[in-house]
């Protein structure tokens, strides 16, 4: 079975810096796109960050400059380093991956628990 653990969220001032972490654990084959999400109160959830397997990124135009993904493939880990905090960036953050169990499975799509991050003003 295929987990994803995330770690790193907490409640910062504004300005402040957190770094998120997921990794993934269990039978994988190969790990394609990794991202994150994140999910505000009454709000709809948003992908903001995507890094490929050869290490190209997006990212939504709200957290350009402040947001960087990176991935480690050996840790089967994906990050997200997140300075310059606002109010604003208060939500939920999921991580997602593009995984395959063996090489000749489809990719699937898996989540992590989601953590939260509390932005003070």
């Known amino acids: 079975q295929v987990q994803l653990v995330e770690s790193g969220g907490g409640l910062v001032q504004a300005g402040g810096s957190l770094r998120l972490s997921c990794a993934a654990s269990?039978?994988?084959?190969?790990?394609?796109?990794m991202g994150w999400y994140r999910q505000a109160p009454g709000q709809r959830r948003e992908l903001i960050a995507t890094?490929?397997?050869?290490?190209?990124?997006t990212y939504v135009d709200s957290v350009k400059g402040r947001f960087t993904i990176s991935r480690d493939n050996a840790k089967k880990t994906v990050y997200l380093q997140m300075n310059s905090l606002k109010p604003e960036d208060t939500a939920v953050y999921y991580c997602?991956?593009?995984?395959?169990?063996?090489?000749?499975?489809?990719?699937?799509?898996?989540w992590g628990q989601g953590t939260q991050v509390t932005v003070s003003s």
């Open positions: 890094i490929t397997s050869a290490s190209s990124t």
């Open positions: 997602t991956m593009g995984i395959r169990v063996t090489y000749t499975s489809a990719t699937n799509n898996f």
């Open positions: 269990g039978t994988i084959a190969s790990i394609n796109v």
